[in-house]
């Protein structure tokens, strides 16, 4: 029987996997091998290692483990594998580690076919300007979830490397429309029984989720980093103030020569809502109308305590498969978020949304992955986009408005057929076969 390898750095990539390696484990029709690390030492310094609770398959696997790239395509030949697939290519891009292509030529000149699986905006804002059109072309096919993502690529790195238009052709043939694998789960989920899994069952008029956004040091944006997350007390508000400057101002020196452009508009800011104060406006709304507050994030958020004790239920992953977010939202009423690609799973597991821009580009100081905030922006900015879709969601720039969440939540309500608009032109399918239809089109076209 052929055999499929699946490539994962961190723990939380196996999720996209999971539901594609059950598909080949039910059906028999293939075996499916995970080539994975027991170490963080890819330069991806803020990931979770391989954790095999997490995988309901590993002991129905073989599991490689590897040091470093080379030693995937010597797996790969010794167990007679053709086809490894990955939702990795960022990290072959790593200034530790920039062997990406080497690893890719490699694999090709042992007959190895490479595939890769598109689950993020990333695919069209980031890769194309982080990776060299190399990477791309040793790249012998891409999943995508839908036609929208499909083009977005394809012009993304027509524009970026100045494609003929035979290029664009011969690069077309490579990309597969196939949808989300991760939601081929969600019509099989039991409200009833997640409820009693979370001990949610006193249950109140409606479940609010709160996706929250990330509490860190490294993005580049003057509004995020010296007002929207500048909170606390007067005396650590002016420390933390002080520590980012310094900082920014000795890696990103430019910032000095704006900082009265800066500091304008953080006087003009002054009564706009900062994170902790948006939190708790929400947090009372939901008290005053018997609402349930949840939240699931990622360790890497860094989310401060008062997130994480104001929430009637705060939790990190317990599982991907199924996945602890797609449970949360299945019992769920309402999302609250920021600029998640997440409220595609939101839009999906039919909850209203209420968006909230927290990122604008003119306050951003300096290059951070590609150009993934102007695209960002593009998209709150732009009706119709995925952070913007009338009678799917409601969009809030913080730093324009203040954010009344009785107004806000007064007519947010989930237009059907606008929903199914928005799947079709995002998601692509919803009809719970994406990781067979990946199955098919690896079998029919590349296992003969």
């Known amino acids: 029987m052929k055999k499929i390898a699946f490539f994962v750095l961190r723990i939380s990539q196996l999720r996209v996997l999971l539901p594609i390696i059950e598909e080949m484990l039910s059906s028999g029709r293939m075996i499916p091998v995970l080539i994975t690390t027991k170490t963080m030492n890819f330069g991806m310094k803020a990931a979770q290692n391989y954790d095999p609770s997490f995988n309901p398959f590993h002991d129905r696997m073989e599991i490689h483990y590897v040091d470093n790239f080379g030693e995937i395509p010597v797996i790969m030949d010794k167990n007679n594998i053709k086809i490894l697939l990955s939702n990795i290519l960022l990290a072959f891009s790593s200034s530790e580690n920039n062997d990406g292509s080497a690893l890719l030529k490699s694999l090709k000149e042992r007959g190895v076919k490479f595939f890769y699986l598109e689950s993020t905006h990333d695919a069209i804002c980031v890769l194309p300007e982080i990776l060299s059109f190399d990477c791309f072309r040793l790249v012998d096919g891409f999943f995508c979830l839908s036609e929208y993502w499909k083009e977005g690529i394809v012009s993304a790195l027509k524009r970026k490397f100045k494609l003929t238009d035979s290029e664009i ?6 990309f597969y429309v196939v949808g989300w694998p991760e939601l081929d789960s969600v019509e099989k989920l039991d409200k009833k029984a997640i409820l009693e899994k979370y001990r949610l069952t006193n249950i109140k008029k409606m479940i609010v989720f709160f996706d929250p956004v990330g509490n860190v040091n490294y993005v580049p944006n003057f509004f995020y980093k010296y007002y929207f997350r500048i909170f606390g007390s007067k005396k650590e508000k002016i420390l933390r103030f002080l520590k980012n400057l310094l900082i920014d101002m000795y890696s990103s020196p430019k910032i000095f020569w704006k900082l009265p452009f800066y500091l304008k508009a953080y006087l003009t800011y002054r009564k706009i809502p900062n994170y902790q104060e948006l939190f708790f406006s929400l947090k009372k709304f939901c008290q005053d109308n018997d609402y349930l507050l949840i939240c699931k994030s990622r360790e890497k ?15 990190y992953d317990r599982g991907y498969l199924p ?3 797609l449970e949360l939202m299945c019992i769920s009423d309402v999302y609250v978020g920021f600029n998640s690609s997440s409220i595609m799973e939101a839009v999906y597991c039919k909850l209203p949304v209420l968006s909230i821009h927290v990122f604008p580009m003119r306050y951003q100081f300096s290059d951070y992955r590609g150009n993934i905030y102007e695209y960002l ?9 995925f952070l913007n879709f009338p009678g799917v969601n409601r969009v809030f720039f913080l730093y324009k408005q203040k954010i009344d969440f009785k107004e806000a939540f007064k007519g947010l309500k989930l237009d059907p057929q606008r929903r199914d608009d928005y799947v079709a032109k995002f998601i692509g399918f919803m009809d719970g076969k994406s990781s067979n239809r990946i199955l098919n089109i690896l079998e029919e076209n590349f296992l003969s």
């Open 169 to 174: 052709m011969e690069l077309s043939k490579k």
């Open 301 to 315: 958020n860094n989310d401060p305590d008062f997130i994480k004790t104001g929430c009637d239920l705060y939790t």
């Open 323 to 325: 996945f602890t977010l």
């Open 377 to 385: 922006e593009e998209c709150f900015n732009s009706p119709g986009e």
